[in-house]
């Protein structure tokens, strides 16, 4: 089955950017999302991207997409404290098989 | 607002209890499931289901119970609980399991004692 993997924790000053990665092992994943999770709360989704892309943009976001290497990265630009969460990456397919969560990458922002 | 409902928030039970975490939601999902949150474990699947009536295993199965006689509810059994399962519980629920995002619940923070 799938297995998704990401580093645990991650610290970056404001206003740099962050880069946090993901690896994936099931090729025929068909939907790779990113949720966010702050403090206390459950888990929100933040983006997606279809296996069929290779980037997509959405304000401060950038997801990028490596089918070749099953990775998968989530760019925040202009950081900010804000940004503070445990960020998780997931992969499915569509149909009934339930996503595949990493770990999850504590993200920590530094004034 | 329409989304996941999750009851109670906050439990403490003692060793060998037994206790139901209320989950519904009003979004018409087919698809429920339940996690748990342990630090450095990320997020575990306990049960799902992929519709009324239909409801299936996940990694961590054991010591918990399920069903799911409607669309809209998804409850979770403790039968009989242990300090291991000491955690935080979160359901979830999209229109299919594998597809297009699910919505979660803010979670129960359950401690056996």
């Known amino acids: 089955g799938e297995d998704v993997e990401q580093s645990l924790f991650l610290s970056v000053r404001e206003g740099d950017s962050s880069v946090i990665n993901c690896t994936y092992t099931?090729?025929?994943?068909?939907?790779l999302y990113w949720y966010k999770q702050e403090p206390g709360a459950g888990l929100q989704l933040l983006t997606y991207i279809f296996s069929n892309m290779d980037m997509k943009q959405d304000q401060r976001l950038t997801v990028l997409l490596n089918k070749k290497d099953k990775h998968l990265s989530l760019r925040i630009a202009d950081t900010q404290t804000g940004d503070s969460a445990i960020y998780f990456c997931a992969g499915g397919n569509s149909g009934n098989t339930p996503l595949v969560f990493g770990k999850g990458t504590r993200l920590s922002v530094i004034a | 607002n329409a989304g996941v409902t999750q009851t109670p928030k906050f439990q403490v039970l003692k060793t060998g209890q037994s206790m139901t975490l209320q989950c519904a939601q009003d979004?018409?999902?087919?698809?429920m499931s339940w996690y748990r949150q342990d630090p450095g474990m990320g997020l575990r699947l306990i049960h799902y289901s992929v519709g009324a009536g239909i409801t299936d295993q996940g990694e961590v199965p054991n010591g918990y119970n399920v069903s799911r006689s409607t669309t809209e509810d998804f409850p979770l059994r403790l039968l009989s609980a242990a300090p291991s399962q000491t955690s935080v519980y979160f359901c979830?629920?999209?229109?299919?399991?594998?597809?297009?995002?699910?919505?979660f619940g803010s979670g129960t923070r359950l401690t056996v004692v």
């Open positions: 099931d090729s025929s994943s068909t939907y």
């Open positions: 979830a629920s999209s229109y299919s399991a594998g597809g297009l995002g699910y919505t």
């Open positions: 979004m018409n999902h087919e698809y």
